[in-house]
């Protein structure tokens, strides 16, 4: 009798045991469900939530949008982008108009938290439609910044327990912001003389802000170079030829065959400068493509 007692004893274990690693399976899936998916509307977004998130356990950022897309001026959403989001918590956007399609998601995600970075941001009015506003903040430090801090509480506020690592990463990252700045800033002191350019996005209307540019006209012909008539390449080209243009900025992004037409015509130079809308997704991509542009402009200072 003493030795049944004993082998049913060791089933008994056996059974624990096994009952243990069934348990230890039921929580590892509950620690997965429980990570907090951030997604990214485009590019610009991601890069801030992809710092801001950095070394953050049980935190995954995604871009909805893959990072060539560039800005979603007339995006139209895909099913792809409907089940990224499905599967997400917090919508982390830009905001300014940039994302119109997304009272479509609003209406049939109730659960879905939606992050606007915008407030508090000093857009520009847009060129292009009226009453409307220049949605690339992103390209000047300072409102950059402010887009970043209102992401950070903003996921903060979702997501409480993480509340702290969210406002580190933030000052890490702004102490980098602030640096980029800062070279601007260095580089610029005392060249008074400003210069003269025409952009071929609107977005570049913000270098305006923090370097000596002044943008005499903006020429829409975003990712279409067929867009512009016979009759605007010559208005474009007479107000190169009369106003004294020292460059033409086009993007890296959509390398115009219209901007080198203008530039042959007039003689002016094109400046190709990055928008930082597209990248590697590398999260110093802002910093990085911000640097470069400085390199690029001081040729003309
Ligand atoms: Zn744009």
Redesign the pocket.
Known sequence: MKKKAGVLAVIFLVLVAAAAGVIAIGKNTGRQSDEKKIVASFYPVYVIAENLCDGIDGVSVSNMTPNQT??L?DYQMTTEDMKKLEDADIFVLNGGGMETFVEKVVSEMPGLTLLYTDEGVDMLESDEEEGEYN??AWLEPSRYKKQAENMAKGLADADPANKEKYFENLDKYTAKIDEVAKEYESFFAGKENRRNTIIF???FEYLSLFAPVDVLAAVEV?GDNSALSAGELAEVVDTVNSQNIDFIIVEEQYRLSIADRIAEETGADVLVLD?L?TGDGSKDAWINGMKDNLDKLKKYF
């Open positions: 560039g800005c001026h949605a690339h996005h609107e977005a975003e928008s809308v």
